[in-house]
């Protein structure tokens, strides 16, 4: 069984910057590229940035500049380093890994709970 556990969210004022992070932990053959998304209350859930197993990145256009994602494989964890944040960027943000379990396993998505990000003075 895989699990995604996010760590980091919280309440911070504009240009204020947070960090999260995602760990994965399970069964894990391979664990290929990571993501965050993030959803307001009804709205889709909408990608923020990915990043490859081999460091490839991308972003929404709406974050490039401000937000960095970054991953430690040995840690099989990723992180999101948030900064400039603005009140547009308050949703509850969910890690996403494409995970292998097994080495004859296909590909497969998970989800982490969410962690909430409010920005607002």
């Known amino acids: 069984q895989v699990q995604l556990v996010e760590s980091g969210g919280g309440l911070v004022q504009p240009g204020g910057s947070l960090r999260l992070s995602c760990a994965a932990s399970?069964?894990?053959?391979?664990?290929?590229?990571m993501g965050w998304y993030r959803q307001v209350p009804g709205k889709e859930r909408d990608l923020v940035a990915r990043?490859?197993?081999?460091?490839?990145?991308n972003y929404a256009d709406s974050v490039k500049g401000r937000f960095t994602i970054s991953r430690d494989n040995a840690k099989n964890t990723v992180y999101l380093q948030l900064n400039s944040l603005k009140p547009e960027d308050t949703a509850v943000y969910y890690c996403?890994?494409?995970?292998?379990?097994?080495?004859?396993?296909?590909?497969?998505?998970?989800w982490g709970q969410g962690t909430q990000v409010t920005v607002s003075s």
């Open positions: 996403n890994a494409d995970i292998t379990e097994y080495y004859w396993s296909n590909n497969t998505p998970y």
């Open positions: 399970g069964s894990i053959f391979r664990l290929n590229a």
């Open positions: 990043i490859t197993s081999g460091g490839s990145t």
